[in-house]
């Protein structure tokens, strides 16, 4: 927990140098960025290494550090090259990794442990729960979910180990980080592989359900000082600098000032871009108010008028020159952070003709280009004896030492590992199922004989007279809905249920201390070996894999594949069933929705409590007749939706022969 009566680290995204550059002028006490692989901003300029290089550089000359965002899901044969790049990252002092792979995360901790890791918000941390969970992977910072309130923030801060880091403006998805699927599924860019076709941008029925309007805490800077947040983080690497520079020093301004915004700053931001205003629904609970929103012309007119952005000043040094009879000449260099740099140099000769000047000694230790120093030769101190001579090669020589001395990094460079796949971890469970509503289960019980594990969701099962051996435990979990999740566990252990369904670290520690078996969801995103070992040794004896996995890639792997269902795509805060408004619930939730796109195309919705929706695919995965593609170790699943009780027969019929359906259906990639 961070202490009281500090200032929380202000945090500017940078797509691109001059946006980096943009970042430091407005006072941002540290910058994000990502390199040229293994981040989830893949169609941002981003930095190569030399570039990189420049940027740390200028940050630490002003105190400002660096995170490096390794933040995608990593394919088994992708760890040693991004375990590889993470090691030339800190060689080059980056200061911190934002990470997403759980399995690339144990190797960073085995391999290189004195780089800080923060947990990317696509960990997809909803509660302090989530983050005690997780606390051996040693997170110095936690990037919470945006979608976790202000008293969800002040829990997390209050109980987790991390530091606490929030968002506090910009673009906003609507699908809870880490759990969207609907542009690696429908237009085959994954989202959790940094390529979003952005998909929730466009329109649906008769208008623009999905697009929610850019995030902005700036009326709630005092709440969030006091509450003890490590971190503000701004969002908008796929931004410009004029939009960096702009957001960051209004930010930067209400936090020097302990203030919130007055309605003249709002507006600037609005001026900046925006998309028909800002929304705050999340951090207030207010998720059925008017959060959508779409980048009108008006909206863009506004930003095209903020363009300018000041350059950045160098930072001011102080000098001290020796240059006396008999002894090294010797310059000291002082910058405003109070490090010092003592070099010094050639010893100088008597003059012959024309002996050095103090105007012509302090114009050339002046010359400071290509670095983030200026040293004006008014702030140069210069004690020089009578009749000297010193080369100009010694002069620049000398001022050349004592600024690599200012910029130095002093950290060793780390010999990359090599990283083989870990060891399987999961014993398969036989053929498993999940009904997702109650009233499907309950009118397919006569054939439920073809699994050896069912799952119905934990919310129904007081409503049901015998319950199958798993539950289903919701997505997400707040830190406010775990007294009731707690409680509902322990009536379906009371009642016989073995198995728990999980597909975040907070359901996977309820679950445990409920003392039932842990199948692991796909949402715990396991895309390779080193992953799953964790998620084993956190007590998961089986898992559903990411449906985002290839047929190559699922072969060295263990755990079950998805071979029949509509796969979630979006799992969303707000509800579509109650269309916006919370007092439509019941009966509407009950019956659920449907999403439709330009084409026609229609996604199903079904309810989740309280109000959360989620959104699955028009047609299902299904793969039971191409069981000779597949490697015969994984265990299978089955996803039930939307079905009626003949199509679920006719799955089970179909499955068992090996024989296809009679109806459209999404195949594995290849």
Same mark, same amino acid.
Not at 302 to 311: D, G, L, M, T, Y
Not at 556 to 568: F, H, K
């Given at each position: 927990?961070?202490?009281?009566?500090?200032?929380?680290?202000?945090?500017?995204?940078?797509?691109?140098?001059?946006?980096?550059?943009?970042?430091?002028? #407005?006072?941002?006490?540290?910058?994000?960025?990502?390199?040229?692989?293994?981040?989830?901003?893949?169609?941002?300029?981003?930095?190569?290494?030399?570039?990189?290089?420049?940027?740390?550089?200028?940050?630490?000359?002003?105190?400002?550090?660096?995170?490096?965002?390794?933040?995608?899901?990593?394919?088994?044969?992708?760890?040693?090259?991004?375990?590889?790049?993470?090691?030339?990252?800190?060689?080059?002092?980056?200061?911190?990794?934002?990470?997403?792979?759980?399995?690339?995360?144990?190797?960073?901790?085995?391999?290189?442990?004195?780089?800080?890791?923060?947990?990317?918000?696509?960990?997809?941390?909803?509660?302090?729960?989530?983050?005690?969970?997780?606390?051996?992977?040693?997170?110095?910072?936690?990037?919470?979910?945006?979608?976790?309130?202000?008293?969800?923030?002040?829990?997390?801060?209050?109980?987790?180990?991390?530091?606490?880091?929030?968002?506090?403006?910009?673009?906003?998805?609507?699908?809870?980080?880490?759990?969207?699927?609907?542009?690696?599924?429908?237009?085959?860019?994954?989202?959790?592989?940094?390529?979003?076709?952005?998909?929730?941008?466009?329109?649906?029925?008769?208008?623009?359900?999905?697009?929610?309007?850019?995030?902005?805490?700036?009326?709630? +800077?005092?709440?969030?000082?006091?509450?003890?947040?490590?971190?503000?983080? +701004?969002?908008?690497?796929?931004?410009?600098?004029?939009?960096?520079?702009?957001?960051?020093? +209004?930010?930067?301004?209400?936090?020097?000032?302990?203030?919130?915004?007055?309605?003249?700053?709002?507006?600037?931001?609005?001026?900046?871009?925006?998309?028909?205003?800002?929304?705050?629904?999340?951090?207030?609970?207010?998720?059925?108010? #008017?959060?959508?929103?779409?980048?009108?012309?008006?909206?863009?007119?506004?930003?095209?008028?903020?363009?300018?952005?000041?350059?950045?000043?160098?930072?001011?040094?102080?000098?001290?020159?020796? +240059?006396?009879?008999?002894?090294?000449?010797?310059?000291?260099?002082?910058?405003?952070?109070?490090?010092?740099?003592?070099?010094?140099?050639?010893?100088?000769?008597?003059?012959?003709?024309?002996?050095?000047?103090?105007?012509?000694?302090?114009?050339?230790?002046?010359?400071?280009?290509?670095?983030?120093?200026?040293?004006?030769?008014?702030?140069?101190?210069?004690?020089?004896?009578?009749?000297?001579?010193?080369?100009?090669?010694?002069?620049? %020589?000398?001022?050349?030492?004592?600024?690599?001395?200012?910029?130095?990094?002093?950290?060793?460079?780390?010999?990359?590992?090599?990283?083989?796949?870990?060891?399987?971890?999961?014993?398969?469970?036989?053929?498993?199922?999940?009904?997702?509503?109650?009233?499907?289960?309950?009118?397919?019980?006569?054939?439920?004989?073809?699994?050896?594990?069912?799952?119905?969701?934990?919310?129904?099962?007081?409503?049901?007279?015998?319950?199958?051996?798993?539950?289903?435990?919701?997505?997400?979990?707040?830190? %406010?809905?775990?007294?009731?999740?707690?409680?509902?566990?322990?009536?379906?252990?009371?009642?016989?249920?073995?198995?728990?369904?999980?597909?975040?670290?907070?359901?996977?520690?309820?679950?445990?201390?409920?003392?039932?078996?842990?199948?692991?969801?796909?949402?715990?995103?396991?895309?390779?070996?080193?992953?799953?070992?964790?998620?084993?040794?956190?007590?998961?004896?089986?898992?559903?894999?990411?449906?985002?996995?290839?047929?190559?890639?699922?072969?060295?792997?263990?755990?079950?594949?998805?071979?029949?269902?509509?796969?979630?795509?979006?799992?969303?805060?707000?509800?579509?069933?109650?269309?916006?408004?919370?007092?439509?619930?019941?009966?509407?939730?009950?019956? %659920?929705?449907?999403?439709?796109?330009?084409?026609?195309?229609?996604?199903?919705?079904?309810?989740?409590?309280?109000?959360?929706?989620?959104?699955?695919?028009?047609?299902?995965?299904?793969?039971?007749?191409?069981?000779?593609?597949?490697?015969?170790?994984?265990?299978?699943?089955?996803?039930?939706?939307?079905?009626?009780?003949?199509?679920?027969?006719?799955?089970?019929?179909?499955?068992?022969?090996?024989?296809?359906?009679?109806?459209?259906?999404?195949?594995?990639?290849?």
């Amino acid at each position: 927990m961070r202490r009281s009566g500090t200032l929380p680290r202000l945090l500017a995204p940078a797509g691109s140098e001059d946006a980096f550059y943009a970042a430091l002028a #407005a006072g941002a006490d540290a910058v994000y960025l990502g390199g040229k692989a293994y981040n989830a901003r893949a169609f941002a300029p981003n930095f190569d290494g030399e570039t990189l290089s420049r940027c740390i550089a200028e940050a630490h000359a002003r105190g400002v550090e660096v995170y490096v965002t390794l933040n995608t899901l990593l394919w088994e044969r992708e760890l040693e090259g991004a375990l590889a790049y993470a090691t030339e990252l800190w060689s080059m002092g980056v200061d911190a990794l934002i990470c997403a792979d759980i399995g690339l995360i144990t190797l960073l901790r085995r391999h290189l442990p004195e780089m800080p890791v923060h947990a990317s918000t696509q960990v997809s941390l909803h509660s302090a729960t989530g983050a005690e969970e997780v606390e051996d992977l040693g997170f110095e910072v936690v990037v919470l979910a945006r979608e976790v309130d202000g008293e969800g923030i002040l829990e997390a801060v209050r109980r987790a180990k991390a530091k606490v880091e929030v968002f506090v403006h910009g673009a906003l998805c609507v699908c809870h980080s880490g759990q969207c699927l609907f542009s690696s599924l429908v237009g085959g860019r994954s989202g959790n592989r940094g390529e979003c076709a952005q998909p929730c941008r466009l329109p649906y029925g008769e208008g623009y359900p999905l697009s929610l309007k850019d995030l902005c805490l700036a009326s709630h +800077i005092p709440a969030l000082i006091e509450s003890g947040v490590e971190c503000l983080k +701004i969002e908008g690497r796929m931004k410009s600098a004029a939009y960096v520079w702009g957001v960051t020093r +209004i930010y930067r301004r209400l936090l020097d000032e302990g203030r919130a915004a007055t309605p003249a700053e709002i507006a600037e931001l609005k001026e900046i871009f925006s998309r028909d205003g800002f929304t705050d629904g999340y951090y207030t609970g207010a998720h059925f108010g #008017a959060m959508t929103g779409v980048r009108r012309e008006a909206d863009k007119e506004e930003s095209r008028q903020h363009r300018e952005v000041p350059p950045l000043t160098p930072v001011p040094l102080t000098g001290v020159c020796e +240059i006396l009879p008999d002894a090294p000449a010797r310059l000291t260099l002082s910058d405003p952070l109070g490090r010092v740099a003592e070099v010094t140099g050639d010893v100088p000769s008597p003059a012959r003709s024309a002996p050095l000047t103090e105007e012509g000694v302090k114009l050339r230790l002046s010359k400071t280009g290509g670095t983030p120093y200026a040293l004006p030769p008014d702030r140069i101190t210069l004690r020089l004896g009578e009749g000297l001579n010193l080369s100009p090669a010694s002069l620049n %020589g000398l001022r050349r030492r004592a600024l690599d001395v200012l910029l130095a990094n002093e950290r060793e460079p780390v010999a990359p590992a090599a990283v083989a796949p870990a060891a399987p971890a999961f014993s398969s469970l036989g053929r498993t199922a999940l009904f997702v509503r109650r009233d499907l289960y309950e009118n397919t019980r006569d054939a439920h004989g073809f699994f050896d594990v069912v799952f119905v969701p934990l919310w129904e099962i007081e409503h049901m007279d015998a319950l199958p051996a798993g539950v289903w435990l919701p997505p997400v979990i707040m830190d %406010g809905e775990e007294p009731q999740i707690s409680r509902l566990l322990e009536v379906a252990r009371a009642r016989g249920v073995r198995y728990a369904l999980c597909g975040g670290a907070a359901q996977v520690s309820l679950a445990r201390r409920a003392g039932l078996e842990i199948v692991g969801d796909f949402r715990l995103n396991i895309t390779n070996s080193h992953a799953a070992a964790y998620w084993r040794e956190h007590g998961v004896t089986d898992a559903v894999l990411s449906p985002e996995l290839t047929l190559p890639r699922l072969r060295a792997l263990s755990g079950r594949l998805l071979v029949y269902g509509r796969i979630p795509m979006m799992l969303t805060e707000r509800c579509y069933a109650a269309k916006g408004n919370p007092k439509q619930c019941g009966d509407a939730c009950r019956k %659920g929705a449907k999403l439709v796109d330009r084409r026609g195309i229609e996604f199903p919705i079904l309810s989740l409590p309280p109000h959360r929706n989620q959104i699955f695919n028009s047609i299902p995965t299904y793969l039971c007749d191409r069981r000779g593609e597949l490697p015969r170790h994984l265990g299978e699943h089955y996803l039930f939706t939307v079905e009626e009780p003949e199509e679920v027969r006719e799955v089970m019929d179909k499955a068992s022969k090996g024989l296809p359906l009679a109806r459209q259906v999404r195949r594995l990639p290849k």
